[in-house]
């Protein structure tokens, strides 16, 4: 998959846009699948956490996420073109919002 098409299939699961945020925000450290769990306020139980795996793996797949195994389980961390990802949707954020007063888009 090339750049713009990975860059539509974020765009379009706003989940997908809250794990980068989320996982950019934790600074750099890797992050575990419980931790997102308690970020989204999913328990093991509800029908959401197949959204939240699904959401993982594809960004896993699309080389956004890397897995990490961790003597405590299985981790994942941001890829460099995740970040750069990133980037981008908060640019794209911040330009909407500053053009917002002028009629938006």
């Known amino acids: 998959m090339d750049s713009l098409e990975i860059f539509f299939t974020v765009i ?6 809250m794990v ?7 600074e750099g450290t ?14 093991c139980l509800s029908p959401e ?12 797949n699309d080389q956004l996420l890397i897995k990490i195994n961790h003597y ?3 981790r994942f961390e941001l890829t460099k073109r995740a970040r750069e990802l990133n980037k981008i949707i908060t640019d794209f954020d911040y330009w ?3 053009h917002q007063f ?4």
Request: aromatic share 14%.
């Open 12 to 17: 379009n699961h706003p989940i997908k846009i």
């Open 20 to 26: 980068l945020k989320f996982m950019e925000e934790s």
């Open 30 to 43: 890797n992050v575990s699948f419980n931790e997102l769990m308690d970020f989204f306020s999913i328990d």
């Open 49 to 60: 956490r197949l959204l939240l795996v699904t959401s993982i793996w594809e960004m896993y």
């Open 72 to 74: 405590s389980g299985t």
């Open 96 to 98: 909407l919002e500053s």
């Open 102 to 105: 002028y009629g938006g888009v």
